[in-house]
Nanobody, 123 residues
Framework: QVQLVESGGGLVQAGCSLRLSCAAS????????LGWFRQAPGKEREFVAVITWNGRTTYYSESVKGRFTISRDNDKNTVYLQMDSLKAEDTAVYYC????????????????WGQGTQVTVSS
């Protein structure tokens, strides 16, 4: 089984940046795509970004496109989410997940999740 641990969240002002990390243990990433999702209280877990297993292709939700960048370092079993120009609407718990399937966007296609890291953006 893979264990995922997110870090890098915190409280920042709107317009600032954060860099989230997700480190995996127990297994290498292998053929998994790695995604970032976020969830605010009372809301469904929503897709943010995903990167394919070889790091060659990325996809972003329309709400973060142009502001967030996902990357991965397979040698370190780590995936990153660089978040720039943060908005109050980005406030949520951010989760990383491993996707071994063919559909990158639904949350229920992900097999493993971390415990999440809180991102709070003050307006």
């Amino acid at each position: 089984q893979v264990q995922l641990v997110e870090s890098g969240g915190g409280l920042v002002q709107a317009g600032c940046s954060l860099r989230l990390s997700c480190a995996a243990s127990g297994r290498t990433f292998g053929t998994y795509a790695l995604g970032w999702f976020r969830q605010a209280p009372g809301k469904e877990r929503e897709f943010v970004a995903v990167i394919t297993w070889n790091g060659r292709t990325t996809y972003y939700s329309e709400s973060v496109k142009g502001r967030f960048t996902i990357s991965r370092d397979n040698d370190k079993n780590t995936v990153y989410l660089q978040m720039d120009s943060l908005k109050a609407e980005d406030t949520a718990v951010y989760y990383c997940g491993l996707n071994g399937g063919y559909d990158y966007f639904p949350a229920d296609e992900y097999d493993y999740w971390g415990q999440g890291t809180q991102v709070t953006v003050s307006s």
